[in-house]
């Protein structure tokens, strides 16, 4: 196994695993900080914008509104 952090071929984000909670040196579960990362929040709101992100007693859907997500925009490629 590589040393964290370095160059990583996949970088998957964990952020919820139903009612879970887990904490180890290397994962924490709910994600600590989804709430202040934009690029979860607006895919998140696109399927999920009621669930209520756990320790902030928000939806994701005020995390947006609260102005969160103002930098992330939807890439439309042209094919």
Not at 26 to 52: S, Y
């Amino acid at each position: 196994m590589r040393p964290y952090p370095g160059p990583r071929t996949l970088d998957l984000v964990l952020l919820l695993s139903g009612d879970a909670r887990i904490a180890t040196a290397r994962l924490k579960v709910p994600h600590p900080r989804m709430a202040e990362r934009a690029f979860l929040l607006v895919p998140l709101a696109e399927v999920a914008p009621d669930l209520v992100i756990p320790g902030t007693g928000r939806s994701v859907r005020d995390w947006v509104r609260l102005g969160r997500a103002k930098k992330v925009r939807r890439w439309n490629p042209v094919l």
